[in-house]
C-alpha cells in the first residue's frame, strides 16, 4: 500500500501549479464561451487547451532555467527544470503562442477570431497565476517601508527583511486589463495587440521594483522583453487599422 507521505514525496504540492492550472482552466472556458460569437464552436478551446498548456509550461521552465544561467552564482540548468518554483511568464507566452499558431494554422481556424478570444484570458490566467508566484514568494521586489511590505522567509530565496509584493502589483494590474479587454471585444481591430501593449508596459513598469539583475543598461531582461512586446502591438495595432474594418473582418 502507498502511504500518504510517499504519495506526497512523489507528486509534491505547489502553490504555484496550482495557479497556473486554476488559471489556465479558466482561461480556456473563458475564451470558449467567445469563440461562438465569431463563428467557432466553443468545444474548440479544449483541443487547443493541452497544446497551449504544455507548451507553455515548457517554455515558462526552459526560460528561467536559461535565465539564471545569467545570473551571478550561476544556479545549474536542471536545477531550475526540476524546481517547483522558478517559471517564467515570457517563456511560456513565446512557447505557448507557436504552439496554439500552428494548431490553428493545421485546423484551419481564423487565428485572429482565436486571438481575440484568448486575449481576456491571457490576462485573466496570468493574474492567477502571479498569486501563485506570492503564495510561493518568488518575484518579490526590492525592500520597501511602505505598510504593505511582505516578507518570505520561506520562500525559494528567502527574506525576512519587508519587500514589495509585485507579483500582486502585477496581478491586480492583469485582472484589470482582463476586465478592460473583455470590454474591447468587439471594439478593437486586433485585441491580441491591446494585450501585448498593456501586458508590455505593465511589467516595464513593475520591474523598476523588482530584483531581476541589469542585462543591458539599466534594462533587465524582462523589461527588454515587455519592450518588444510593446513595439509587436503598437504595430500590430497600427497594421490592422489600416487594413480591412473590424466589420469586414467578421
Keep these: 500500500m502507498i502511504g500518504a507521505a510517499n504519495v506526497a514525496a512523489w507528486l509534491p504540492f505547489s502553490w504555484l501549479g496550482l ?19 465569431f463563428g467557432i464552436d466553443a468545444s474548440y478551446i479544449w483541443s487547443i ?60 481556424k481564423s487565428l485572429w477570431a482565436v486571438s481575440t478570444a484568448l ?17 510561493v514568494g518568488c518575484d518579490y521586489g ?18 525576512t527583511g519587508l519587500v514589495h509584493p509585485t507579483q500582486l502589483y502585477e496581478s491586480a494590474w492583469l485582472f484589470a486589463c482582463a476586465w478592460f479587454l473583455r470590454r474591447r471585444m468587439d471594439r478593437s481591430p486586433s485585441l491580441i495587440a491591446e494585450y501585448l501593449l498593456l501586458q508590455g508596459g505593465g511589467r516595464f513598469l513593475i520591474e523598476l521594483v523588482r530584483t531581476n539583475p541589469t542585462l543591458l543598461g539599466p534594462l533587465t531582461l524582462s523589461q527588454l522583453v515587455a519592450i518588444s512586446c510593446v513595439l509587436s502591438g503598437a504595430v500590430a495595432l497600427h497594421v490592422s487599422r489600416r487594413g480591412d474594418s473590424f466589420a469586414e473582418r467578421r
Excluded at 495557479?19 to 460569437?37: F, H, M, Q, T
Excluded at 511602505?146 to 528567502?158: R, T, Y
Design 119 to 135: 486575449a481576456p484570458t491571457l490576462a485573466l490566467s496570468q493574474a492567477i497565476g502571479r498569486i501563485g508566484c506570492f503564495l
Design 49 to 108: 487547451y493541452p497544446v497551449a498548456l504544455l507548451a507553455g509550461v515548457a517554455g515558462a521552465k526552459l526560460w528561467a532555467a536559461g535565465e539564471a544561467l545569467l545570473a551571478p552564482g550561476c544556479v545549474p540548468f536542471t536545477q531550475i527544470l526540476r524546481s517547483r518554483s522558478g517559471a517564467t511568464f515570457y517563456g511560456g507566452l513565446f512557447l505557448g503562442t507557436v504552439a496554439v499558431v500552428s494548431k490553428v494554422a493545421y485546423d484551419h
Design 19 to 37: 495557479a497556473i492550472l486554476v488559471g489556465s482552466l479558466l482561461g480556456a472556458w473563458g475564451a470558449g464561451r467567445a469563440l461562438p460569437r
Design 142 to 159: 526590492v525592500a520597501t517601508s511602505l505598510p504593505w511590505g511582505v516578507a518570505f522567509p520561506n520562500a525559494p530565496q528567502p527574506t
